[in-house]
Nanobody, 125 residues
Framework: QVQLVESGGGLVQAGDSLRLSCTAS????????MGWFRQTPGKERHFVSA????????YYEDSVKGRFTISRDTAKNTVYLQMNSLKPEDTAVYYC??????????????????WGQGTQVTVSS
């Protein structure tokens, strides 16, 4: 079984930074990509960012471009999301996910196979 465990969420003020981490554990598995999604109450889970595991190509949702940076450490089996210049509208539960097989569209949550439990990020104004 594969487990994804997120950490690093918290309560910050607008303009502050946070770094989320997501570590995979359990059985060894290959993957095409890792992604971050976020969700607010009553709304669907939305794509934030993704990174291909081997090549390290990165992708971002428009509202976070220039503020968020995704990275991965393959030796530690961990993906990170550095979030700078946080805004109140970034408040959400952030989930990491693993995509096993290749899909061209990394922003489609239905293509991800494993999910973490989520970590809350709250940005006060």
């Amino acid at each position: 079984q594969v487990q994804l465990v997120e950490s690093g969420g918290g309560l910050v003020q607008a303009g502050d930074s946070l770094r989320l981490s997501c570590t995979a554990s359990g059985r060894t598995f290959s993957r095409h990509a890792m992604g971050w999604f976020r969700q607010t109450p009553g709304k669907e889970r939305h794509f934030v960012s993704a990174i291909t595991w081997i090549g390290g190509s990165t992708y971002y949702e428009d509202s976070v471009k220039g503020r968020f940076t995704i990275s991965r450490d393959t030796a530690k089996n961990t993906v990170y999301l550095q979030m700078n210049s946080l805004k109140p509208e970034d408040t959400a539960v952030y989930y990491c996910a693993a995509m096993i097989r290749f899909h061209a569209n990394l922003d489609q949550r239905t293509y991800y196979d494993y999910w973490g439990q989520g970590t809350q990020v709250t940005v006060s104004s």
